[in-house]
């Protein structure tokens, strides 16, 4: 899953935890300095009124800001107006992020309620910022001439996005645009709560759980009616689908949890459908998918669509081959089996591997818990980028929250909190969320790691490759936090490019010299290096086939962007996957409900796709000169990660690889996806 970064409008564009008094008072010294006091606090563990009164004060300033900055007069300058922008983003952007973490993690219904009330409200001042008129003519006659290659090409970037949200228009378009933003933020944070509170309950006979591990039965023993019951949660269902030996239970639990949202959220994402296709009209443009990715990389829906034809032209000998081989394995199971369902697939693909590779999904996480694999991260960090991660002494929301600081030598480069684990009203999924913004001078970088995965017990190793996933992104907006203004960090970096560095950290999970220094069993004993070899031949079982999978969740991402919304949602995400997808749609579900991405990402669900493309050409560099090669990993921090969003995407690929992007690497691996038996 991606970072948490600014699902609100990006445009207007040491810590406390404990709410403070206003500092927007009379005879303060100046707005930065007001804002420098008011961020540093943050109201994690304040009761409901005051995330109230912390919302009000936000709003307060950031007012205060915007009539400042417009009110300017004389020559613009980057020094006057475009740092004064920067401070009136800083205080809306790092407001949103607050109220956005506790909606989504507040072990408490009322908090989350007072912070849910909130981001409308913030949502409308950073919409007054990107249709301010004064604004934007004040940023626009900033002198470009002598300008550093960084600070000009974020004002030409930051113009470019001031007319994409309408602030050329009349002002009845722009009043318009106002109270469309309005209620795509209300509908968006809706569908969001819809997902987010609906936890399930999926009862069971012990007996359909056979196959499940003895740890995973240890967790889930029958209640007081005799009955084992499941959340939706990937702790609950994750095992499931991939150890349940009774297909039927396979099918229950997927059914059941594809429905999660449903059917409040059918009628919410309609409307958010609406509203989006109805503000890409008003401002001119033919659907939501064009107006979403004219400042992209790919630039158009046209180029989406053929990105998805080719990738799945490349992908569907492979994933051909690998379906039959599924097919086999099933039917030697359960003779009645005719065709994979969406189901058996990890089922399935964890006997082939057995069979084929003689790797062993219940053997593997053994040697993997969370702790272990926390220390191991670090550790990984700390060898590949020179950084030490240390405790970081902190009131948090929840008991199972965590706390920690990153350094460079005695250096502090930012702090972050780990919130790992499931509990009641939590994100469901797994993301990084940005709390405050870096800026070098002025601010420490702060974020947050939101993920459900189980606080004991042994851990899949695909938990582990999302913990490091995951990281990557946290890593990357920690690094990028350190730039002139805060709007040149990763947070504002082209969505297409915004998961490259965390898939491209993946690759050390599969690396034995570094999962040899944390991963090891109950005695002790580290995992065997034919172990990992053994993985690492079976990594690819099916990998052809789950990145058809990923199209077809990209053409529902467009599709129903691209396009007046008056079809029917189930229809077309069944027609997608049917088309897409090697797996057919299931009956009964409707997985729409819970794809969080249709908010978020909108019609841009390709990013995991390209993204994935950018990561393995960067990897290349990797794979000649080692994996554990710190001057290389170095570099790669220097130039990728820590110039944020202050350079294009494709300037720092190709600065990094020392020539422009180049898609043969993936495209190679997609074809030769059917690895070869060692």
């Not at 740890?215 to 959340?231: E, R």
């Not at 960090?489 to 220094?517: H, R």
């Not at 749609?585 to 990013?607: C, E, N, R």
């Not at 990660?641 to 350079?647: A, F, K, M, N, V």
Request: aromatic share 10%; net charge neutral; with cysteine.
């Amino acid at each position: 899953m991606p970072s948490f970064i600014r699902l609100l409008p990006a445009l207007a564009a040491s810590l406390g935890t404990m709410f403070a008094g206003s500092v927007v008072a009379a005879g303060s010294p100046g707005l930065d300095q007001d804002a420098n006091a008011f961020l540093a606090t943050v109201p994690l563990t304040a009761p409901a009124e005051g995330i109230s009164r912390r919302c009000k004060q936000t709003l307060a300033l950031a007012k205060r800001a915007r009539k400042a900055l417009e009110a300017r007069k004389g020559p613009a300058a980057v020094e006057t107006d475009f740092a004064a922008f920067d401070t009136l983003n800083l205080v809306l952007d790092d407001g949103r992020s607050e109220m956005g973490l506790i909606a989504e993690t507040s072990p408490v219904k009322e908090v989350r309620a007072a912070a849910d009330a909130c981001l409308p409200k913030l949502s409308d001042a950073a919409t007054a910022v990107g249709l301010s008129r004064p604004i934007y003519d004040r940023l626009s006659a900033i002198p470009t001439a002598g300008l550093d290659a960084a600070t000009g090409y974020t004002l030409d970037k930051l113009l470019i996005s001031y007319r994409l949200s309408g602030v050329d228009k009349d002002l009845a378009t722009r009043r318009r645009v106002a109270v469309l933003q309005k209620q795509i933020t209300e509908t968006g944070l809706l569908f969001a709560k819809n997902i987010r509170e609906d936890k399930g309950d999926i009862a069971l006979q012990a007996a359909e759980l056979a196959g499940l591990p003895a740890d995973f039965l240890a967790l889930h023993k029958p209640g007081k009616d005799g009955l084992v019951h499941l959340t939706f949660d990937n702790p609950d269902t994750t095992p499931v689908a991939e150890f349940g030996s009774l297909r039927e239970t396979r099918r229950k639990v997927y059914t059941a949890s594809q429905n999660r949202g449903y059917p409040a959220n059918d009628a919410v994402l309609k409307r958010l459908l609406e509203q989006r296709y109805a503000l890409a009209q008003v401002l001119g443009r033919t659907d939501y998918a064009e107006l979403a990715t004219a400042d992209k990389m790919i630039g158009n829906p046209q180029r989406i669509a053929t990105l998805i034809e080719q990738v799945e032209a490349a992908a569907q000998p492979a994933a051909l081959a690998e379906l039959a081989e599924q097919l086999a394995v099933a039917k030697a199971v359960d003779p009645s089996i005719t065709r994979m369902e969406r189901y058996d697939r990890s089922y399935t693909l964890n006997l082939l591997r057995k069979q084929k590779y003689s790797v062993d999904a219940a053997e593997v996480r053994q040697y993997f818990t969370f702790d272990k694999a926390r220390r191991g991260i670090f550790g990984l960090v700390h060898d590949l980028f020179g950084s030490d991660i240390r405790p970081w002494n902190t009131p948090v929301w929840d008991p199972s929250v965590t706390a920690w600081e990153l350094y460079d030598g005695d250096r502090l480069l930012g702090r972050f909190y780990l919130d790992m684990h499931p509990r009641d009203g939590k994100y469901s999924h797994a993301a990084q969320f940005p709390l405050r913004t870096g800026v070098e001078g002025r601010q420490i970088p702060v974020a947050v790691l939101v993920c459900n995965l189980p606080a004991t017990g042994p851990l899949a190793h695909d938990d582990v490759v999302t913990f490091l996933h995951e990281f990557g992104h946290l890593l990357h907006s920690l690094y990028s936090g350190h730039n002139r203004f805060a709007i040149q960090t990763m947070n504002y970096l082209q969505w297409d490019f915004i998961e490259a560095p965390s898939q491209f950290l993946e690759e050390w999970a599969w690396d034995y010299d570094t999962l040899k220094t944390f991963a090891s069993n109950e005695a002790g004993v580290p995992i065997p290096a034919n172990l990992v070899t053994r993985m690492n031949a079976g990594r690819r079982v099916g990998e052809a086939a789950g990145w058809k999978q990923q199209l077809a969740y990209s053409a529902v991402s467009l599709n129903y962007y691209n396009r007046k919304p008056d079809f029917d949602l189930t229809r077309m995400y069944d027609d997608m996957m049917a088309r897409y997808s090697p797996y057919p749609p299931v009956a009964g579900t409707h997985p729409y409900a819970s794809f969080g991405h249709l908010d978020g990402y909108s019609a841009i669900y390709y990013t995991y796709v390209w993204s994935k493309a950018i990561a393995v050409d960067l990897f290349t560099k990797f794979k000649a000169a080692g994996m554990r090669n710190r001057t290389l990993a170095m570099q790669y921090r220097r130039q990728v990660l820590e110039p944020g969003s202050s350079r294009d995407a494709n300037a720092l690929i190709e600065t990094f690889l020392g020539r422009p992007l180049s898609l043969k690497s993936w495209s190679d691996e997609l074809l030769g996806a059917q690895a070869p038996p060692r």
